[in-house]
T-cell receptor
């Protein structure tokens, strides 16, 4: 069974601060995706990383995939209240079942004005 | 439609009742998935369709859970004889095909079994 552990589980910060969320596993994934979920809504895709060591930037968000494709991080610069939400990482299995995503439990981020 | 549509948004069922949850994927999306999200948890895989074929149902918790997609578009997740442990948000997602496409999720159906 592939497991993804996210840390921290909860994070409450002030507007303008920087933060990093981590996603770790002992398993290798063919790709890793980050989603943001708001209350009462489904997760919304932020990014997909595929290559070990890959770094992608989306405005103030920077995503990195570990060299061994077992871990990932999400860094937010100068957080804003609109960044508040549940951040989920999800790994796609290697091999024939790469359609199946394994999700972490998420990091609940609150950015206070 | 522009997004994945799920109905109903909320469903309260008495224990033992049968329920049916509907998913309208994005038009033309080949792949359709159902996930279950318990409170405070990440979504967990239930089942996967490619067009009308159910290729993986390994995540369905018991034989009370049944999913279908008869014409390769709309899908229905049916739960028979609901139990309290079935209370969760049921998410449907679709994507164009295989590879590294991300999922587009619907808003989910929140099922509460009382």
């Amino acid at each position: 069974t592939q497991l993804l552990e996210q840390s921290p589980q909860f994070l409450s910060i002030q507007e303008g601060e920087n933060l990093t969320v981590y996603c770790n596993s002992s398993s290798v994934f063919s790709s890793l995706q980050w989603y943001r979920q708001e209350p009462g809504e489904g997760p919304v895709l932020l990014v997909t990383v595929v290559t070990g060591g890959e770094v992608k930037k989306l405005k103030r968000l920077t995503f990195q995939f570990g060299d061994a494709r077992k871990d990932s991080s999400l860094h937010i610069t100068a957080a804003q209240p609109g960044d508040t939400g549940l951040y989920l990482c999800a790994g796609a299995s290697s091999g024939g079942s790469n359609y199946k995503l394994t999700f972490g439990k998420g990091t609940l981020l609150t950015v206070n004005p | 439609g522009a997004g994945v549509s799920q109905s109903p948004r909320y469903k309260v069922a008495k224990r033992g009742q049968d329920v049916a949850l509907r998913c309208d994927p994005i038009s033309g999306h080949v792949s359709l998935f159902w996930y279950q999200q318990a409170l405070g948890q990440g979504p967990e895989f239930l089942t996967y369709f490619q067009n009308e074929a159910q290729l993986d149902k390994s995540g369905l918790p018991s034989d009370r859970f049944f999913a279908e997609r008869p014409e390769g578009s709309v899908s229905t997740l049916k739960i028979q004889r609901t139990q309290q442990e079935d209370s969760a948000v049921y998410l449907c997602a679709s994507r164009p095909g295989g590879g590294n496409y991300g999922y587009t999720f619907g808003s989910g159906t929140r099922l509460t079994v009382v």
